[in-house]
């Protein structure tokens, strides 16, 4: 285990000290512990999306260099999208 020390900003505190006092937790190391933990889950979604994304765009690139396009109107697309907002 390793003791590193940290600045926290007031807000980051208090939330430390709310999770003291709401007794899931027994000490600050926890809280950080926890809050790191759900970091890494949060990084591997960002790095999986990010991956997806990637590949999405290069099938796009390789689909473009096949001459894989179709015509695209931007004003008729943003239209039918605000015709759709406004039935809602």
């Not at 709401?22 to 759900?38: C, D, I, K, P, T």
């Not at 979604?45 to 689909?63: D, H, S, Y």
Request: negative net charge.
């Amino acid at each position: 285990m390793t003791t590193r020390p940290i600045t926290l900003r007031d807000e980051h505190e208090i939330l430390i000290q709310q999770a003291l006092k709401s007794g899931r937790f027994f000490s600050e190391s926890e809280v950080v512990a926890a809050a790191l933990s759900e970091f890494q889950v949060h990084e591997e979604i960002r790095r999986a999306r990010f991956a997806e994304l990637k590949t999405k765009i290069q099938v796009g690139i390789e689909q473009l260099d096949r001459g894989e396009t179709v015509e695209f109107d931007l004003d008729k697309f943003l239209a039918a999208r605000h015709a759709e907002h406004a039935s809602r």
